[in-house]
């Protein structure tokens, strides 16, 4: 069974850092796609950021690119996502999620078929 464990959601102040971890197990990851999304109350869940397992390839929504990092752990099975300069629009729960292996649109949420359980991440102005 395959289970993400998300990690390192909290309350910060605008322009303020966290980082996010998602701890991965039950499966073997090669060509998978391990990804971030967010929903925010009253909105549709939306693609944050992605990195191939093998290749170390990333993609960002442009609201996040040059603020938020995504990297893999290959030891651990842990994704991480380093937020910086964050923002109060970037207030949502925060969720990992994998693909199954092999390409994939990787910003859709149906292309995932395992999800964590979601970490809050609040941004205050």
């Known amino acids: 069974q395959v289970q993400l464990v998300e990690s390192g959601g909290g309350l910060v102040q605008a322009g303020g850092s966290l980082r996010l971890s998602c701890a991965a197990s039950?499966?073997?990851?090669?060509?998978?796609?391990m990804g971030w999304f967010r929903q925010a109350p009253g909105k549709e869940r939306a693609f944050v950021a992605a990195?191939?397992?093998?290749?170390?390839?990333?993609y960002y929504a442009d609201s996040v690119k040059g603020r938020f990092t995504i990297s893999r752990d290959n030891a651990k099975n842990t994704v991480h996502l380093q937020m910086n300069s964050l923002k109060p629009e970037d207030t949502a729960v925060y969720y990992c999620?994998?693909?199954?292996?092999?390409?994939?649109?990787?910003?859709?949420?149906?292309?995932?078929?395992?999800w964590g359980q979601g970490t809050q991440v609040t941004v205050s102005s």
């Open positions: 999620a994998t693909t199954p292996p092999g390409p994939v649109w990787f910003v859709l949420p149906n292309m995932y078929d395992y």
């Open positions: 039950g499966r073997t990851f090669t060509t998978h796609t």
């Open positions: 990195i191939n397992w093998s290749s170390g390839s990333t």
